[in-house]
């Protein structure tokens, strides 16, 4: 588990890898009761078919409560942001760090021929680099040990 791993490998690890969609005229209520049924912070928008924004909960922190929007008649397209920076399943872990760290970003939709076939957050590609930190230190402390012929 390397840096340089594409987001494919990233998005088979995931114990929960369900693409949650709304579309854009729904509540933000509603949205928030999806995100709080399946514990995520984030929802992608499509609109026929296509990815037209994402939700999530910084949207609704700034664009919802801290503008006086009330959640059950606000609509999604309301406060979403759009248009929507995805990656695809080639980009590395790497070049999804160097995005979420330079936009700010949280979550990104990985995009796979005009399909939106998984999300990644910042706790997903944590979680791999320490992945990959642990078996390097064990692979070392094996060899230091002589666990591992020389």
Not at 48 to 67: H, M, N, P, Q, T
Not at 74 to 93: A, F, N, Q
Not at 115 to 140: R, Y
Request: proline share 3%; aromatic share 6%; hydrophobic share 40%.
């Amino acid at each position: 588990m390397q840096i340089t791993d594409t987001i494919d490998k990233v998005l088979k690890g995931k114990s929960f890898n369900k693409v949650l969609a709304l579309a854009p005229e729904q509540t933000v209520f509603e949205a928030l009761q999806t995100m709080a049924e399946y514990d995520v912070g984030c929802l992608i928008v499509c609109s026929e078919g296509r990815l037209v924004g994402i939700f999530s909960e910084r949207d609704y922190a700034r664009k919802g409560i801290l503008r006086g929007h009330m959640s059950k008649e606000t609509l999604v397209s309301d406060i979403m942001t759009s248009p929507v920076m995805y990656v695809t399943p080639e980009h590395t872990v790497d070049d999804c760090m160097n995005l979420m760290t330079e936009r700010h970003f949280r979550h990104l939709p990985v995009i796979e021929r005009d399909k939106v076939i998984g999300m990644v957050s910042i706790g997903d590609m944590v979680k791999w680099i320490i992945s990959g930190q642990k078996q390097a230190i064990e692979a070392l402390e094996g060899y230091i040990t002589g666990g591992y012929p020389a």
